[in-house]
């Protein structure tokens, strides 16, 4: 039996963000921005993949980040579609009144 070649995946162009919000923000605040960033892959049709999460590691090494989001890019073409892209430019509106800090990462997705 020949063997089968396996297609190597496409690289995705990973976006990182991490939020520490404001101690003043609430949670209805936190789950409004929660609720806009999620929104994103639907306004975006250059987002090719989104996932989000909340911290919960029991090393106590983050720095009061809370929040991660990856939103997946096929092309730094994409990226540059996504980041001035008006529904983006919303979203940071909903989020500025309660961020604290940012930390943002963009790499090529490597296995």
């Known amino acids: 039996m020949a063997n089968a070649q396996k297609k190597e995946p496409a690289k995705l162009l990973r976006h990182a963000v991490l939020f520490k919000f404001k101690d003043t923000s609430s949670p ?9 960033f999620k929104a994103l892959p639907t306004q975006i049709k250059e987002i090719a993949d989104f996932e989000w999460g909340t ?3 029991p090393e ?3 720095q009061g980040f809370t929040h991660l989001f990856f939103v997946s890019f096929k092309s730094e073409k ?9 529904a983006h430019k919303a979203f940071v509106g909903v989020l500025g009144p309660h961020l604290d800090k940012v930390l943002v990462l963009d790499y090529w997705a490597s296995k």
Do not use: G, Q
């Not at 209805?28 to 806009?36: M, N």
């Not at 994409?78 to 008006?86: A, F, G, I, N, T």
């Open 60 to 62: 106590n090494l983050n």
């Open 28 to 36: 209805e605040d936190i789950k409004k921005v929660e609720e806009a």
């Open 55 to 57: 911290n919960n590691s």
């Open 78 to 86: 994409d990226r540059e579609v996504y980041l001035p892209h008006p």
